[in-house]
């Protein structure tokens, strides 16, 4: 591609409310416009970079047996009514109604599209196992689409769907999908983590995220450095602590009701029992929820955090659904004000709900909680004598925390969710009466699996990933073009050397542009590095008199000259070592 007859629009500016790296990358790079809130044009660049990544997952997903298929984006509502996501869905579908007064949408996602399929045309095992897959728009009304094509509200993803007669092969397929996506995302380039996650409103019992890993993400991941642990903090779980009573006298000491006129805060908690060694490590901090079935306690240690992600779970409730609850809500279950509510049952009244409680606080004693009365405290609280609650994992992990299967010490990353796999079980398919029949002849339902990458987003982070202050960096298997040549000062000599470099790089098979446009040196340098072509080539006056031409990787910071008789060999060569 001759530069001078390309459609790139880059930008000298950082356009107005683009913040973050690849957003304003890819609009000052000229591969993408906005149209509208979360909705973008893919111009000609982009374009180029979006195919290579869609064509990466094409080929994973067809050397793993999945069969490529394209559902419709326009659905009728009575799919996802007859799973009863047409209502949990909410605002984030965009919903339309045709000129008969019909209801439908536009497809988030296509679980109950294929398992209707499916349901029609597979009968029997013999016919299974069956992976379809699509690479398709999709449609989300996000709330605050931001960040460019990291959160959008039309983008383009891969969702593949697997059919098989029971959880044995279905763990198979999953297997078969998680092998396939290490692949893909090694071959995109990205430096990434799988870990555990939560299955959300997708369904499922089994899930884990491919994250990606970039300071800009909006998933906090912790990962452990000794063994192969890796988990979002929504479902990750730390060690259950021993017990940590320092001694008998403590184990056994009496609870004790403590006036603490002013003390509302855990801070100030602490302040107030420091003479007696008390620090965070050894308070109680109790927290109530309330959601559509009524109000719940959460009891974690001071210096922790509730897992909201788990205490929905726990309650059967979407995360969405829960919330603290109000100071007047408080106030009327416990008659006490917040800042002083603790799990101990106070002068006979008990909490009407149910409470759950932090492992790490179970294993504690000469605690000091809440006593449920304005203005007091409990020192010498112990879970299972002075008060019960369900035991379970409630708090988040943090950095430092021991890990679940090695007890070495765990650490955060920040990630972008780049994949996600799911096995689905029969989640849809008895609900949608989706089965086929066995070999005794009887109906079962479908065990499915669902596998989701997002690929405009791929493109996104690829690039938080792999940029500098002077522009995109990208990994050479998606990089739109592989070789820049620049041809530099007007002088016919230097474009004609700059053409026969051009035309042989074509004919060894590299995808190359050569700049050819009426612009100062500096314009084309800083176009270059702006787009992000792994290997750029500059032909001048100076070097073709010794002939020689510049030959510079992107990643690196010095160029090198080489000469002209070698300079397609050479960067061939260094396109190969490139990632």
């Not at 399929?117 to 009304?141: A, F, N, T, W």
């Amino acid at each position: 591609m001759r530069l001078s007859r390309a459609f790139i629009p880059t930008l000298k500016e950082t356009p107005k409310d683009a913040v973050d790296a690849s957003h304003v990358l890819l609009l000052r790079g000229g591969f993408i416009r906005m149209v509208g809130a979360g909705i973008y044009e893919m111009l000609p660049l982009g374009q180029r970079v979006l195919t290579k990544i869609a064509n990466i997952v094409r080929d994973e997903m067809n050397d793993a047996d999945a069969q490529e298929i394209l559902m419709p984006a326009l659905l009728p509502a009575s799919y996802f009514q007859e799973t009863g996501r047409w209502d949990v869905y909410g605002d984030v579908l965009v919903r339309i109604k045709d000129r008969k007064g019909g209801d439908y949408h536009l497809g988030p996602t296509h679980e109950e599209i294929v398992t209707d399929l499916v349901r029609r045309e597979v009968k029997s095992y013999r016919q299974l196992p069956i992976s379809l897959y699509q690479v398709q728009m999709k449609y989300r009304d996000e709330p605050r689409p931001r960040a460019g094509l990291m959160r959008c509200r039309e983008f383009l993803m891969k969702d593949c769907y697997s059919f098989d007669v029971d959880m044995e092969h279905a763990r198979q397929s999953y297997d078969r999908m998680r092998d396939a996506y290490h692949r893909i995302f090694q071959r995109v380039g990205l430096d990434y983590r799988i870990v555990e996650a939560d299955s959300g409103s997708i369904g499922g019992d089994t899930s884990a995220e491919f994250q990606i890993l970039a300071q800009s993400g909006e998933d906090a991941i912790v990962a452990c450095p000794s063994c192969n642990y890796a988990a979002n903090v929504e479902v990750a779980v730390a060690r259950i602590p021993e017990s940590s009573a320092d001694g008998a006298e403590d184990k056994g000491a009496p609870m004790e009701l403590v006036e603490t006129p002013g003390v509302k805060t855990m801070a100030k908690v602490v302040e107030f029992f420091a003479k007696e060694g008390i620090d965070l490590t050894r308070t109680i901090k109790t927290l109530i929820y309330t959601h559509a079935g009524g109000l719940a306690m959460a009891c974690v240690r001071g210096d922790h955090e509730v897992n909201e992600v788990r205490l929905a779970q726990a309650l059967g409730v979407d995360a969405d659904e829960l919330r603290l609850a109000s100071d007047e809500e408080v106030g009327r279950a416990m008659k006490a004000k917040i800042g002083y509510i603790g799990p101990v049952p106070f002068e006979g009244r008990t909490f009407e709900g149910p409470i759950y409680v932090d492992h790490a606080v179970g294993a504690m004693s000469g605690a000091v909680a809440g006593a449920s009365k304005t203005g007091h405290h409990l020192r010498n609280v112990a879970y299972g004598r002075d008060f019960s609650g369900e035991l379970m994992h409630l708090r988040q992990v943090a950095e430092g925390d021991s890990c679940i299967q090695c007890g070495s010490s765990v650490k955060t990353f920040r990630g972008i969710e780049g994949g996600h796999i799911f096995i689905l079980g029969t989640h849809y398919s008895a609900k949608m009466n989706a089965t086929f029949l066995d070999a005794e002849g009887k109906a079962n339902p479908f065990v499915m699996g669902c596998y989701g990458i997002g690929v405009s987003r791929l493109m996104a982070a690829a690039i938080e990933q792999h940029h500098d202050e002077g522009g995109i960096r990208w990994p050479k298997n998606i990089a739109p073009y592989a070789v820049a040549v620049l041809s530099l000062g007007g002088d016919e000599a230097v474009d004609r050397e700059a053409e026969r470099i051009y035309k042989e790089l074509r004919e060894h098979g590299i995808e190359a542009v050569l700049d050819d446009r009426d612009e100062r040196p500096g314009v084309k340098f800083k176009d270059a590095d702006l787009v992000g072509y792994p290997i750029r080539i500059t032909v001048g006056k100076r070097t073709l008199k010794e002939g020689q031409a510049e030959l510079k990787a992107r990643s690196e910071k010095d160029s090198a000259r080489v000469p002209l008789t070698s300079i397609v060999g050479e960067a061939v060569a260094l396109l190969g070592k490139a990632r």
